[in-house]
């Protein structure tokens, strides 16, 4: 009976796209992968038995964005179309999406222009739910989804995996593929149609030098986002092997006092790190748990300097224990 009405409700929304498609011409449109059935960077996941339940709330929910630009998080998204279509295999979700290019012109256009220059557009879906289950690993799944919108982020939490996988002015589909360098533009965009070449030739040049400083401005942009996003990345790898090492040596030590001391974590080398973890295991008394070090010092202080400081006043400290 699900199947039927899950069969039935995609069957509808197609045939409402097919008649919107060819009756207004103020519609773009736009190909996406919504989710797939691994876990998300937050520890997230929706099993693929749960894809029926997206499936059958997302028709016509908010696709949306930041006005002006694409934000690295959900922050200030506002809507800028209505999802037309949703069909799920068994490892994802592929939905479609119609564009108001009429409300979010400026918007739309720079959706097509990323498009066509072949750079990363990625979707993150909003969702509620009521129930859910943690696995061993930590995985949250969730049982229930209701889909509430999708929105166009810098920063997805699938790393990549949900792109937009078409942008275009008339509806995507197999029998007739999209131009994604088409763009609607008004009449201060026209060329001029001129007799005279050198007039012609002048506003084409304008035109293309104009194209290519904002095509500069957003490579600029996108090399700054993907050092920062590395950077965040590899911090973020660093980090969760320092943790598992200090459990690991069998340290005892509470999850706020470690992260109390992060960044001091993030500064060590190796060679540091493992000196530092040896000397807390020689010292650590038995029955004890482990106290981090005081490892506060000024910065023309080598590290290991700080670590020996550090480990000393704890070793004081035990002795007179």
């Known amino acids: 009976m699900n199947e039927k009405k899950t069969i039935n409700l995609v069957s509808s929304a197609s045939f409402l796209t097919a008649q919107a498609a060819s009756a207004n011409p103020n519609l773009g ?11 998300n960077s937050n520890k997230q996941g929706i099993n693929a038995s749960a894809f029926d339940s997206l499936v ?15 934000n690295l998080d ?21 939905g479609k999406a119609a564009l108001w290019k009429q409300e979010r012109q400026t918007d739309y256009e720079m959706l097509v222009s990323l498009s066509a220059s072949s750079k990363p557009i990625d979707i ?19 049982a229930d989804p209701i889909l509430t919108g999708a929105a166009i982020v810098g920063l997805p939490a699938y790393s990549g995996r949900t792109p937009v996988t078409a942008v275009a002015s008339t509806e995507v589909n197999e029998d007739s593929p999209p131009d994604p360098t088409h763009v609607e ?35 600029v942009e996108l090399r700054e986002y993907k050092v920062e996003r590395e950077k965040k990345d590899a911090e ?4 969760a092997e320092r943790t598992k090492g200090i459990a690991d040596a069998g340290l005892t030590v509470s999850t706020e006092e470690i992260e109390a001391k992060k960044d001091f974590w993030l500064s060590l080398s190796d060679e540091s790190f493992g000196t530092m973890l040896s000397m807390m295991k020689e010292l ?18 080598s590290t290991l300097d700080i670590v020996r400081a550090g480990l000393a006043e704890m070793r004081t400290k035990t002795l007179e224990e």
Do not use: C, R
């Open 124 to 142: 993150s879906w909003e969702i509620a739910y009521t129930e859910s289950k943690v696995d061993d690993e930590g995985v949250e799944w969730i």
């Open 29 to 39: 449109w736009l190909e996406f992968v919504l989710t797939d059935a691994l876990p």
């Open 74 to 94: 959900h922050s200030e998204a506002e809507p800028l179309g209505a999802i037309a279509s949703l069909v799920a295999d068994e490892t994802k979700i592929l």
């Open 236 to 239: 973020a790898a660093l980090f």
């Open 185 to 219: 533009s008004g009449g201060d965009d026209e060329l001029e149609t001129e007799d005279d070449p050198i007039k012609l030739l002048e506003a084409t040049i304008t035109k293309l030098e104009s194209e290519m400083d904002e095509q500069e401005k957003e490579l």
């Open 284 to 301: 650590k008394p038995a029955s004890a748990s482990a106290s981090l070090p005081d490892v506060s010092g000024s910065a023309t202080v």
């Open 56 to 70: 059958n709330t997302g028709m016509f929910m908010p696709v949306k964005m930041a006005a002006g630009k694409i």
